[in-house]
Nanobody, 123 residues
Framework: QVHLVESGGGLVQTGGSLRLSCAASGGTISTSAMGWFRQAPGKEREFVAAISPKSITILYADSVKGRFTISRDNAKNTVYLQMNSLKPEETAVYFC????????????????WGQGTQVTVSS
């Protein structure tokens, strides 16, 4: 089973940007859909974005459309999440996930999770 490790989280001011990375090991992600989720304190984990194996199908939560961009580099076994115009309410732990398809990830059907990386947006 592939092992996922997120990085790139941190503290940023409102309106700022961060780029998260998710590096996979123990297997290739090139044939899997990849996604990002987030969980704020006291809230359920929610879908953020997903990308199909060849980056053909890309899905976003409505709340991040136009501000976040998911991408992947299969040669590096890594998926990214560029986050712009961040808001305080987007403070959360961000998780990387692998799944069978982008639509399944959007539905919360996940094969495995990373450990998460904390993103804090100060007001």
């Amino acid at each position: 089973q592939v092992h996922l490790v997120e990085s790139g989280g941190g503290l940023v001011q409102t309106g700022g940007s961060l780029r998260l990375s998710c590096a996979a090991s123990g297997g290739t992600i090139s044939t899997s859909a990849m996604g990002w989720f987030r969980q704020a304190p006291g809230k359920e984990r929610e879908f953020v974005a997903a990308i199909s194996p060849k980056s053909i199908t890309i899905l976003y939560a409505d709340s991040v459309k136009g501000r976040f961009t998911i991408s992947r580099d299969n040669a590096k076994n890594t998926v990214y999440l560029q986050m712009n115009s961040l808001k305080p309410e987007e403070t959360a732990v961000y998780f990387c996930a692998v799944g069978a398809s982008s639509s399944q990830l959007r539905s919360g059907i996940v094969g495995s999770w990373g450990q998460g990386t904390q993103v804090t947006v100060s007001s």
